[in-house]
């Protein structure tokens, strides 16, 4: 299932922007990534209006290093 989420928190180029995931729900953690690492997102329950459509508010919570 692909859609759209909002990130919050994390590197600054991803601050307030939307992203394209491939979620497997809300309850799932999404990883991204960034660098030499991954930026890892939880759903925190609440939701934000953007261009007309409701999109779930992911936050980020950990990073980890690609392993080597």
Not at 11 to 20: A, K, V
Not at 45 to 63: H, I, N, S
């Amino acid at each position: 299932m692909t859609t759209f989420v909002l990130l919050d928190g994390g590197p600054h180029e991803f601050l307030g922007t939307s992203y394209r995931v491939d979620a497997g729900g809300l309850e799932s953690r999404i990883k991204i990534a960034h660098g030499n690492g991954y930026e890892h997102y939880t759903h925190n329950g609440t939701f934000r209006v953007l261009d007309g459509e409701q999109l779930p508010v992911f936050v980020w919570c950990d990073r980890t290093r690609i392993a080597e």
